[in-house]
């Protein structure tokens, strides 16, 4: 169990309903696809603080 920004979550929620499925199949299916990636493809940025340095 994790928690979500109310933001996104209010999101997901509407794209379920329009999917015709729960918010849990929803994140579920995302989740597999993304497993289901080749090593590397599914590329993060490195998290920073928003401040610039040189």
Do not use: W
Request: net charge negative; hydrophobic share 35%; with cysteine.
């Amino acid at each position: 169990m994790t928690r979500i920004d109310d933001d996104l979550h209010a999101q997901l929620k509407a794209k379920a309903k329009t999917d015709g499925c729960s918010v849990n199949a929803l994140v579920l299916e995302v989740l597999q696809a993304l497993a289901d990636r080749p090593q590397g493809a599914a590329q993060r940025q490195p998290e920073t603080d928003g401040f610039d340095r040189p």
